[in-house]
Protein backbone atom coordinates (compact mmCIF):
# COMPACT_ATOMS: atom_id res chain seq x y z
CA UNK A 1 0.00 0.00 0.00
CA UNK A 2 1.12 3.34 -0.97
CA UNK A 3 2.06 6.30 1.37
CA UNK A 4 0.48 9.48 1.85
CA UNK A 5 2.77 12.94 1.44
CA UNK A 6 1.25 15.63 3.58
CA UNK A 7 2.41 19.31 3.45
CA UNK A 8 2.12 21.16 7.08
CA UNK A 9 2.10 24.45 7.83
CA UNK A 10 3.80 25.42 11.32
CA UNK A 11 2.44 29.21 11.16
CA UNK A 12 4.98 32.04 11.53
CA UNK A 13 7.47 31.59 14.29
CA UNK A 14 6.09 30.84 17.72
CA UNK A 15 5.71 26.86 17.86
CA UNK A 16 2.21 27.07 20.59
CA UNK A 17 0.73 28.53 17.47
CA UNK A 18 1.15 24.83 15.64
CA UNK A 19 -2.62 23.54 14.96
CA UNK A 20 -3.36 20.36 17.16
CA UNK A 21 -3.54 18.87 13.66
CA UNK A 22 -0.37 19.63 12.56
CA UNK A 23 1.29 18.12 15.93
CA UNK A 24 -0.69 15.19 15.59
CA UNK A 25 0.34 14.25 11.70
CA UNK A 26 3.94 15.06 12.45
CA UNK A 27 4.25 12.76 15.10
CA UNK A 28 2.93 9.97 13.36
CA UNK A 29 4.77 10.19 10.25
CA UNK A 30 7.68 8.25 8.98
CA UNK A 31 9.56 10.62 7.34
CA UNK A 32 10.07 14.37 7.67
CA UNK A 33 10.94 16.93 4.74
CA UNK A 34 12.83 20.03 5.37
CA UNK A 35 13.44 22.81 2.89
CA UNK A 36 17.04 23.14 3.51
CA UNK A 37 20.77 21.66 4.17
CA UNK A 38 20.82 21.18 7.57
CA UNK A 39 17.69 20.66 10.05
CA UNK A 40 19.39 22.74 12.98
CA UNK A 41 19.52 25.87 10.22
CA UNK A 42 16.19 25.41 8.83
CA UNK A 43 13.24 27.48 10.56
CA UNK A 44 10.26 25.08 9.47
CA UNK A 45 12.19 22.54 11.54
CA UNK A 46 13.21 24.67 14.52
CA UNK A 47 9.39 25.79 15.01
CA UNK A 48 8.39 22.50 14.80
CA UNK A 49 10.44 20.89 17.18
CA UNK A 50 9.42 23.29 19.94
CA UNK A 51 5.97 22.06 19.54
CA UNK A 52 6.76 18.39 18.72
CA UNK A 53 9.87 17.36 20.67
CA UNK A 54 9.87 14.05 19.41
CA UNK A 55 10.55 15.45 15.88
CA UNK A 56 14.34 14.95 17.15
CA UNK A 57 13.90 11.06 16.87
CA UNK A 58 12.50 11.23 13.35
CA UNK A 59 13.73 10.57 10.01
CA UNK A 60 14.42 13.90 8.54
CA UNK A 61 14.88 14.42 4.66
CA UNK A 62 16.94 17.95 4.09
CA UNK A 63 16.26 19.42 0.42
CA UNK A 64 18.48 22.45 -0.20
CA UNK A 65 16.15 25.48 -1.75
CA UNK A 66 18.65 26.93 -4.03
CA UNK A 67 18.47 31.01 -3.18
CA UNK A 68 17.58 31.73 -7.34
CA UNK A 69 14.82 33.38 -9.81
CA UNK A 70 15.96 31.13 -12.39
CA UNK A 71 12.83 28.70 -12.87
CA UNK A 72 15.27 26.08 -14.73
CA UNK A 73 16.99 25.49 -11.65
CA UNK A 74 14.29 25.47 -9.34
CA UNK A 75 12.18 23.03 -11.18
CA UNK A 76 15.22 20.29 -11.65
CA UNK A 77 14.82 20.95 -7.60
CA UNK A 78 11.28 19.97 -7.16
CA UNK A 79 11.52 17.41 -9.57
CA UNK A 80 14.59 15.85 -7.79
CA UNK A 81 12.34 16.03 -4.63
CA UNK A 82 9.54 14.96 -5.83
CA UNK A 83 10.47 11.86 -7.24
CA UNK A 84 12.40 10.82 -3.84
CA UNK A 85 9.11 11.65 -2.04
CA UNK A 86 7.65 9.20 -4.42
CA UNK A 87 10.24 6.36 -3.73
CA UNK A 88 9.51 6.80 0.29
CA UNK A 89 5.59 7.12 -0.77
CA UNK A 90 6.48 3.88 -2.98
CA UNK A 91 7.48 2.11 0.26
CA UNK A 92 4.77 2.58 2.11
CA UNK A 93 5.76 5.70 4.28
CA UNK A 94 3.81 8.78 5.84
CA UNK A 95 5.59 11.46 4.59
CA UNK A 96 5.15 15.07 5.82
CA UNK A 97 6.81 18.29 4.32
CA UNK A 98 7.06 21.14 6.14
CA UNK A 99 6.63 24.77 5.57
CA UNK A 100 6.43 28.28 7.29
CA UNK A 101 3.17 30.10 7.44
CA UNK A 102 -0.14 27.96 5.34
CA UNK A 103 1.29 25.50 3.13
CA UNK A 104 -2.07 27.57 0.80
CA UNK A 105 -0.42 31.18 0.94
CA UNK A 106 2.94 31.66 -1.67
CA UNK A 107 4.36 28.50 0.04
CA UNK A 108 7.31 26.93 -2.61
CA UNK A 109 6.20 23.78 -0.97
CA UNK A 110 3.15 23.53 -3.40
CA UNK A 111 5.94 22.78 -6.34
CA UNK A 112 6.27 19.68 -4.75
CA UNK A 113 2.85 18.94 -3.64
CA UNK A 114 1.60 19.44 -7.65
CA UNK A 115 4.01 17.36 -8.59
CA UNK A 116 3.31 14.50 -6.38
CA UNK A 117 -0.63 14.72 -6.76
CA UNK A 118 -0.15 14.59 -10.72
CA UNK A 119 1.95 11.31 -10.37
CA UNK A 120 -0.96 9.57 -8.83
CA UNK A 121 -0.24 9.90 -5.15
CA UNK A 122 -2.29 10.44 -2.27
CA UNK A 123 -1.60 14.06 -0.41
CA UNK A 124 -3.09 16.33 1.78
CA UNK A 125 -2.68 20.01 2.88
CA UNK A 126 -2.59 21.12 6.88
CA UNK A 127 -3.22 24.39 7.36
CA UNK A 128 -1.24 26.76 9.30
CA UNK A 129 -1.33 30.57 10.79
CA UNK A 130 -0.52 33.06 8.01
CA UNK A 131 1.88 35.72 8.96
CA UNK A 132 -0.04 38.22 8.82
CA UNK A 133 -2.92 37.05 10.87
CA UNK A 134 -0.25 36.73 13.23
CA UNK A 135 1.23 39.97 12.66
CA UNK A 136 -2.29 41.37 13.53
CA UNK A 137 -2.47 39.66 16.53
CA UNK A 138 1.15 40.38 17.89
CA UNK A 139 -0.11 44.19 17.23
CA UNK A 140 -3.29 43.48 19.25
CA UNK A 141 -5.37 44.97 16.37
CA UNK A 142 -7.18 43.42 13.58
CA UNK A 143 -6.52 43.11 9.86
CA UNK A 144 -9.83 44.64 8.35
CA UNK A 145 -13.45 45.89 9.67
CA UNK A 146 -17.08 45.80 8.55
CA UNK A 147 -16.62 46.13 4.41
CA UNK A 148 -13.08 46.61 3.59
CA UNK A 149 -11.07 45.05 1.60
CA UNK A 150 -7.29 43.10 2.08
CA UNK A 151 -5.22 42.74 -0.40
CA UNK A 152 -2.06 40.66 0.15
CA UNK A 153 1.19 41.22 -2.10
CA UNK A 154 3.34 39.32 -2.44
CA UNK A 155 6.64 41.75 -4.46
CA UNK A 156 7.18 45.29 -4.32
CA UNK A 157 7.44 45.62 -8.25
CA UNK A 158 4.06 47.24 -8.77
CA UNK A 159 4.14 49.12 -5.13
CA UNK A 160 2.92 52.66 -6.59
CA UNK A 161 0.06 50.82 -8.43
CA UNK A 162 -0.89 48.65 -5.35
CA UNK A 163 -0.51 51.75 -2.32
CA UNK A 164 -3.61 53.17 -4.55
CA UNK A 165 -5.81 50.33 -3.44
CA UNK A 166 -8.41 50.86 -0.84
CA UNK A 167 -8.30 48.72 2.58
CA UNK A 168 -5.23 46.76 4.09
CA UNK A 169 -2.37 45.97 2.43
CA UNK A 170 0.00 43.25 3.68
CA UNK A 171 3.40 43.43 2.30
CA UNK A 172 5.02 40.13 1.75
CA UNK A 173 8.48 38.98 1.02
CA UNK A 174 9.82 42.96 1.48
CA UNK A 175 12.87 42.93 3.83
CA UNK A 176 15.29 42.68 1.00
CA UNK A 177 13.79 45.23 -1.18
CA UNK A 178 12.67 47.53 1.39
CA UNK A 179 15.46 50.32 1.42
CA UNK A 180 13.93 51.03 -2.60
CA UNK A 181 10.43 52.08 -1.20
CA UNK A 182 10.94 53.40 2.28
CA UNK A 183 10.25 57.09 1.05
CA UNK A 184 7.18 55.84 -0.33
CA UNK A 185 6.08 54.61 2.43
CA UNK A 186 6.79 57.69 4.57
CA UNK A 187 4.47 59.47 2.62
CA UNK A 188 1.15 57.46 3.21
CA UNK A 189 -1.38 58.46 4.43
CA UNK A 190 -2.50 55.79 7.07
CA UNK A 191 -1.35 53.85 9.81
CA UNK A 192 2.15 51.50 9.33
CA UNK A 193 3.76 48.46 10.81
CA UNK A 194 6.31 46.38 10.23
CA UNK A 195 7.45 42.89 11.96
CA UNK A 196 10.39 40.94 11.45
CA UNK A 197 10.74 37.03 12.25
CA UNK A 198 7.42 37.45 13.99
CA UNK A 199 7.10 35.10 17.11
CA UNK A 200 10.69 34.23 16.79
CA UNK A 201 13.10 35.02 19.65
CA UNK A 202 14.70 37.70 17.46
CA UNK A 203 11.54 39.44 16.70
CA UNK A 204 11.46 42.84 15.88
CA UNK A 205 8.48 45.42 15.68
CA UNK A 206 8.62 48.54 13.68
CA UNK A 207 5.50 51.35 13.67
CA UNK A 208 6.80 54.83 12.17
CA UNK A 209 7.99 53.74 8.17
CA UNK A 210 11.00 56.93 8.97
CA UNK A 211 12.39 54.15 11.14
CA UNK A 212 12.90 51.09 9.10
CA UNK A 213 16.52 49.33 9.49
CA UNK A 214 18.27 49.25 5.90
CA UNK A 215 19.18 45.87 6.64
CA UNK A 216 16.19 43.39 6.54
CA UNK A 217 16.13 39.64 6.42
CA UNK A 218 13.69 37.42 4.95
CA UNK A 219 11.01 37.17 7.07
CA UNK A 220 9.36 40.58 6.99
CA UNK A 221 5.52 41.31 7.07
CA UNK A 222 4.17 44.88 6.75
CA UNK A 223 0.79 46.25 7.33
CA UNK A 224 -0.87 49.48 5.53
CA UNK A 225 -4.17 50.27 6.94
CA UNK A 226 -5.98 53.15 6.29
CA UNK A 227 -7.43 55.70 9.07
Known amino acids: MKGKLYGVGVGPGDPELLTLK ?131 IPTLEHLEEDLQLTGTKVLMKSGKQIGNVKEELSNLDGTFAMIENCGMENESIVCNSKEIPENLGYYVTILLKER
Open 22 to 152: AVRIIKEADVVVVPGAKKEETVAYKIALGAVPELAQKHVLEIAWPMTKDMDKLQQVYEAASDTIANMLDAGKMVVFLTLGDPCIYSTYLYIHELISRKGYDTELINGIPSFCAVAARLNSGLVERDQRLHV
